[in-house]
């Protein structure tokens, strides 16, 4: 579990984060959704220690990552693993390579070991063939799909996903979503996923904040997201064409339930 | 740049020196890639050396036996000058410039576009320090590296300035072998690889803090590239002067 308190940030003049609370359960697919420029990104990277923000907590398991040592958030970061928007591989070494750098830099495990658990990651993820590829060589879903292996290589309790269906086609992007769901499960850890995509909320959203200008506008589950009386809210949820018929048809179920009554 | 801006960078520069000097998380992962950049950076440079080594001597050489058409002044001061110029200047001083554009450029595109491509995010959130993962093997390999590199090219720079200058008919073997034994002081070879030794800090530390500390995309990969260079030579000539000054003075 990771409870964020009232977290804030700005740069300069503009604040991007306001009083930010939230708790991230474990064993559940917590998003962060809202548009572009709300604060999605800087949230996650406040959270894992890539910016420093103003002022709040972000407590993993009681204890806050801010105010840790360097070496005890080492510690903490050994167990996140971390899905970057661009997939973040590194282009120099061969997909192997890539799912075993945590492995090399954390474990003991023998070569042989290593090899082993990079396969089954591989495997998990539906890729058992693509060990000796480059990332040039990979398609941007392959990509996402090697970057979950490696965030799963050492079994982490804390999974952060910044949009990992950016770039993807729909198929794609719900094979992704699944994905993300079932490791969650698997491996009972506290994921975070960033998204402005509906279809993933819909799919995996166990528990969801909705940001907007730096502020937590709205939080619940996926259930009571199409049904939430707030009108900024609504607003994103309903930007899309297909929602929004959904939408015109609850409504005209509501009217007729009305008629009757 | 003012000078706030300056002393910013320098202070950020030492900073980042702070956090590469930390205890690499594996010593044998440091061992794979300290070799790696060995290869990469020497061994990698030593044909661009060799080259501009062996034509660099023959033109020295040349234009000693040009400025020395005088019958006061003896045959053998032509390899005299040829050897004090290729170990005392040209050898440490100008083939590490040389090594500053082709190792610092490269150094520094490579980290800006780990930077822009959040490789270096995915290596920190993992728990790796990745200042001292990416930048420690590349300064401790030019380190060790770079008095080699400069060893051969003043090897060759002889080399050049013989049988160039040879062909060239402006001095005879004899002369040109006379001249560079004549008064030969081993601590020259000293000073010239004591000051290899601060260069092959210099170039990778002030070039891996700018590709590091890259923001936006390949427009700005290609800046720090240049950045990296420009300030390696400001740094590098500085340093030339004062290591100069101190051992030579």
Redesign the interface.
């Known amino acids: 579990m990771i409870e964020v308190r009232g977290l804030s940030k700005a740069f300069g003049e503009k604040v991007v984060l306001k009083d930010f609370n939230f708790t991230f359960e474990q064993g559940k697919s917590n998003l962060i959704i809202g548009e572009s420029g709300t604060g999605k990104s800087v949230l996650i ?1 406040c959270m ?3 910016i420093l923000p103003e002022q709040g907590q972000v407590l993993y398991h009681g204890k806050d990552f801010l105010t840790m040592s360097y070496e005890e ?6 167990q ?1 693993g ?1 899905l ?3 997939s ?4 120099s070494m061969t997909v192997e390579d890539n799912i075993m ?2 492995l ?3 474990t003991n495990m023998t070569k042989g070991e290593k090899e082993a658990r990079v396969q089954f990651c591989l495997d998990r993820v539906n890729l058992p063939q693509a060990a000796k590829l480059y990332p040039a060589e990979l398609s941007g879903g392959m990509k996402k799909r090697v970057a979950i292996a490696r965030a799963i290589a050492v079994k982490p309790r804390y999974l ?1 996903c910044d949009e990992p269906n950016s770039g993807l086609d729909p198929k794609t992007s719900i094979l992704i979503d699944e994905l993300i769901k079932e490791i969650t499960l698997e491996y009972d850890m506290t994921t975070l996923v960033i998204t402005h995509d509906m279809n993933s909320v819909l799919e995996i959203g166990d528990k969801i904040a909705f940001l907007h200008k730096g502020n937590k506008e709205w939080e619940g589950t996926r259930k009571e997201i199409l049904y939430a009386e707030n009108e900024i809210l609504s607003k994103f949820v309903y930007a899309t064409k297909f929602l929004q018929h959904f939408r015109s048809k609850l409504q005209a179920e509501k009217d007729s339930l009305t008629k009757g009554d | 740049m003012n000078p706030i801006a300056i002393i910013a960078h320098i202070g950020q520069y030492f900073l980042l020196l702070g956090r590469v000097f930390r205890k690499p998380e594996k010593s044998n992962v440091f061992w794979t890639r300290f070799f790696h950049e060995v290869n990469a950076i020497g061994i990698g440079s030593l044909g661009i050396v060799a080259i501009i080594s062996i034509f660099m001597g023959a033109v020295i050489t040349i234009q000693a036996a040009f400025g020395f058409e005088s019958p006061w002044i003896p045959l053998y001061a032509v390899g005299l000058a040829a050897r004090d110029s290729i170990i005392l200047e040209f050898s440490p001083t100008i083939v590490s410039l040389i090594l500053a554009g082709k190792v610092g450029s490269s150094i520094a595109s490579e980290l800006g576009n780990m930077r822009v491509s959040e490789q270096i995010d995915a290596i920190d959130v993992m728990g790796v320090n990745s200042a001292s993962y990416l930048i420690l093997p590349k300064i401790a390999a030019s380190v060790f590296i770079f008095p080699f590199v400069v060893t051969i090219s003043m090897f060759l720079g002889h080399i050049g300035g013989f049988v160039l200058g040879v062909a060239a008919g402006v001095v005879t073997p004899y002369e040109f072998i006379y001249g560079i034994q004549y008064e030969f002081r081993p601590y020259n070879v000293v000073y010239a690889l004591i000051k290899t030794l601060f260069f092959g800090f210099i170039i990778p530390s002030v070039s891996a803090y700018h590709g590091y500390y890259t923001k936006g995309g390949s427009l700005e990969v290609g800046q720090s590239s240049t950045r990296a260079v420009v300030y390696s030579i400001i740094v590098l000539l500085l340093f030339n002067f004062l290591l100069t000054q101190l051992l030579l003075a």
Not at chain 1, 73 to 78: A, F, G, L, T, Y
Not at chain 1, 88 to 91: G, K, M, N, Q, S
């Open positions: 990277k894992v220690g890539l958030q080492k510690e903490v970061r050994k996140i971390m970057f928007q661009g973040a591989l590194f282009d750098f945590p090399t830099m954390f952060f």
